[in-house]
């Protein structure tokens, strides 16, 4: 079955302690998205990934980092998490080349509390 | 910098009744506008789509209508069924270079009362 995961769907953590999110995906895909989802905000895109080794920010990368070391995998990297940092997380895959007809597929979310 | 309003943020609707939800584009290069559908608990999913060269497309019971002239797009839900609760991002992204990257309204929040 073609899909992104997430892992953790789920994590309560203190300030200052770092974490990952990881994100998969088996559909060969070059692009890799990472968003956070507030409420009245929407989604807002955090770093994206054109392919391996290329990662490069979007509209609220302060206090993320980002990783593609391999192609179905792209980590996120919270080195010194803040409550302000609290919201909903989601990972998003597509192909590319072009055609704007690309279907962006979304991982289930992670649901992030920075106490 | 909003590039892609939409608006209302909220929407109640009764059963059977259509649900309207508008977004409005600045960027001329845009050249594809999707509609992605979000559950509660889940990921955004693609609903439908529609290329500027039409004026409308419907699929089911969904319906974009497209004014290009206006730079405006919509989603009708004819006969909203209570299933049809969750959350609708409209989007954009244009052709060529940077086609990968969807730019989203902020969402609406659909509820269909029975």
């Known amino acids: 079955e073609a899909q992104v995961t997430q892992n953790p769907r789920y994590l309560i953590t203190v300030t200052g302690k770092k974490l990952t999110v990881t994100c998969s995906q088996n559909?060969?895909?070059?692009?890799m998205s990472w968003y956070r989802q507030d409420p009245g905000l929407g989604l807002r895109q955090i770093y994206y990934?054109?392919?391996?080794?290329?990662?490069d920010k979007g509209d609220v990368p302060e206090g993320y980092k980002v990783s593609r070391k391999e192609k179905r995998n792209f980590p996120l990297i919270l080195e010194s998490p803040s409550p302000n940092q609290t919201s909903l997380y989601f990972c998003a895959s597509s192909r590319v080349g072009g055609r704007p007809d690309n279907e962006q597929f979304f991982g289930p979310g992670t649901r992030l509390t920075v106490l | 910098q909003q590039q892609v309003k939409q608006s209302p943020q909220s929407l109640i609707v009764q059963k059977g009744g259509i649900s309207i939800i508008n977004c409005a584009y600045e960027n001329t290069a845009f050249d594809y506008f999707p509609w992605y559908q979000q559950f509660p608990g889940k990921g955004p999913a693609l609903l439908i789509a529609?290329?500027?060269?039409?004026s409308e497309k419907k699929e089911g019971r969904f319906t974009i209508s497209f004014n290009k002239s206006a730079k405006q797009f919509s989603l009708h839900i004819m006969d909203s069924q209570p299933g049809d609760s969750a959350t609708y991002f409209c989007a954009a992204n244009p052709s060529g270079a940077g086609s990968y990257q969807l730019t989203f309204g902020k969402g609406t929040k659909l509820s269909v009362i029975p």
């Open positions: 559909m060969n895909h070059e692009y």
């Open positions: 529609i290329r500027p060269d039409v």
């Open positions: 990934s054109m392919n391996v080794e290329v990662t």
